[in-house]
Antibody, heavy 115, light 107 residues
Framework: QVQLQESGPGLVKPSETLSLTCTVS????????WSWIRQPPGKGLEWIGY???????NYSPSLKSRVTMSVDTSKNQFSLNLTSVTTADTAVYYC?????????WGQGTLVTVSS | DIQMTQSPSSLSASIGDRVTITCRAS??????LNWYQQKPGKAPKHLIH???TLQSGVPSRFSGSGSGTDFTLTISSLQPEDFATYYC?????????FGQGTNLEIK
């Protein structure tokens, strides 16, 4: 069964860039869509966007101006960059397999935006 | 954006009870509806896709129904491990959006 693992800094300063990587194991990144989803503490889920293994992307309009996703098929990884972060971006960030049906998830990583 | 509204927001029930959670979409999404279960401190688990198709390994006491704008998730006989928060989510168009969640608690 495919496994996903998020990695990256747990603390980011306001106005800086949040960068996370998701490593896929026990399966190939090829031929799948991959998504990022976040959850502020105590709140619901928000889809950030997806990337296809070819590099095609689809971002949520609410975050589109600040989001960039990329994929490295040689490393079986995909990444998220979120620029100009504020405290409102504090959340658990999940990577997941799928562009619309999210059938496998990473364990999530808490990113706190604070000076 | 398509808005997803769940009801109730919270629900208390007992072991063995039959419970139903409702999800309403702000426009027709056909059967492009998923359900997830999330336990505290854990990632969501995919339960149902296509409004009614159970993911592999999901117990048969879970069922989903509906199409268009109105959907339900039913648990036929609550087990201790079912107490969690449940989310619906559409994949009819972009952006994908989730309901606000239904917190299922032990009575």
């Amino acid at each position: 069964q495919v496994q996903l693992q998020e990695s990256g800094p747990g603390l980011v300063k306001p106005s800086e860039t949040l960068s996370l990587t998701c490593t896929v194991s026990a399966g190939s990144i090829n031929y799948w869509y991959w998504s990022w989803i976040r959850q502020p503490p105590g709140k619901g889920l928000e889809w950030i966007g997806y990337i296809y293994y070819t590099g095609n992307t689809n971002y949520s309009p609410s975050l589109k101006s600040r989001v960039t996703m990329s994929v490295d098929t040689s490393k079986n990884q995909f990444s998220l960059n979120l620029t100009s972060v504020t405290t409102a971006d504090t959340a658990v960030y999940y990577c997941a397999r799928g562009g619309g049906n999210f059938d496998s998830w990473g364990q999530g990583t808490l990113v706190t935006v604070s000076s | 954006d398509i808005q997803m509204t769940q009801s109730p927001s919270s629900l208390s029930a007992s072991i063995g009870d039959r419970v139903t959670i409702t999800c309403r979409a702000s426009q027709n999404i056909s059967r492009n509806l998923n359900w997830y279960q999330q336990k505290p401190g854990k990632a969501p688990k995919h339960l149902i896709h296509g409004a009614s198709t159970l993911q592999s390994g999901v117990p048969s006491r879970f069922s989903g129904s509906g199409s268009g704008t109105d959907f339900t998730l039913t648990i036929s006989s609550l087990q201790p491990e079912d107490f969690a928060t449940y989310y619906c989510q559409h994949n009819h168009s972009s952006p994908r959006t989730f309901g606000q969640g239904t917190n299922l608690e032990i009575k």
